[in-house]
């Protein structure tokens, strides 16, 4: 299963990468966690230092493996797919059975940049996506800008998170409508940081696409007192990792 989860800026993409992740390795499944976000932070959530995070190279920034992996040449000639399939065992960071990769960023220009880092990172996320057994779980920068562009479209389910705020259910109808477009046959949604009924019911009401959520995860002082003691926060916030697990089955069966 390959999940992208994403939805507005702060909504909680992160943490609940962190906490899905936790909950199918606890199921003994394989499970690589993929920051894909530039600025991201999954390393955070998963309970690793700043300090162990300083060393981590994201692979964008890994030149030399990349210009030996693309066989880059002066000229400019590089290859189109490169050997990546140790790279993710290789270069992830692990913890209590997760691994972790932080991809960096993926450069930006007109009609698709042509670069050698780029089509390393691409051939990664191929690779990836398509490996067998293994759960992948890609925690996305927030928005909706990079969905039109092949990753997304490539996994079995968009998970998106919505707040119970009009502007994070607005964010989660245009990702509906982006996945809709590049024909994802699995978009799911899931609240969070709910409060009450309430919440439920403002989400509810406020959209005829986003009231399907397929489940939520409350608002948790624990989720807020992991990062406060940079624990990892499937470790602190166990009530939050129940209700992600328990959301677990309709994300493999819930169609649109
Ligand atoms: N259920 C929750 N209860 C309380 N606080 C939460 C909950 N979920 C997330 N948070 C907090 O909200 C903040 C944003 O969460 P997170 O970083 O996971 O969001 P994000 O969508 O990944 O953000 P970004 O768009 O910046 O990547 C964090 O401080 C996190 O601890
Ligand atoms: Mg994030």
Do not use: W
């Not at 920068?141 to 389910?157: F, K, M």
Request: net charge neutral; glycine share 8%; charged share 25%.
């Amino acid at each position: 299963m390959k999940i992208a989860i994403t939805g507005k800026g702060g909504t909680g993409k992160t943490t609940l990468s962190a906490l899905l992740g936790y909950s199918f390795s606890s199921d003994g499944k394989k499970v690589f966690l993929i920051d894909a976000d530039p600025d991201g932070n999954l390393g955070l959530s998963l309970g690793f230092s700043s300090e162990e995070l300083s060393k981590v190279t994201p692979i964008s920034e890994m030149k030399e493996l990349i210009h030996e992996r693309t066989e880059y040449k002066e000229t400019g000639f590089f290859k189109l797919n490169p050997k990546v399939d140790d790279v993710p065992e290789k270069f992830s960071l692990k913890k209590n059975g997760l691994s972790l990769l932080i991809l960096g960023t993926m450069r930006k220009g007109g009609a698709g940049c042509f670069c050698p880092e780029n089509a390393f990172l691409k051939s990664l996320l191929s690779h990836l996506l398509v490996a067998n057994e293994e759960i992948v779980i890609l925690d996305m920068p927030a928005g909706i800008e990079h969905l039109g562009r092949g990753t997304a479209g490539s996994v079995d389910c968009m998970l998106v998170v919505v707040e119970p705020t009009l502007k994070s259910i607005q964010t989660a109808e245009r990702a509906y409508k982006l996945a809709t477009d590049i024909k994802l046959e699995k978009i799911v949604f899931v609240g969070n940081k709910i409060t009450s009924e309430k919440d439920l019911k403002f989400i509810e009401q406020n959209s005829q696409i986003v009231r399907k959520l397929i489940g939520y995860v409350s608002y948790s002082q624990e989720i807020v007192l992991a990062e406060q003691k940079k624990t990892p926060v499937y470790e602190t916030a166990k009530q939050s990792l129940k209700e992600i697990s328990a959301l677990k089955e309709k994300i493999g069966t819930a169609t649109i």
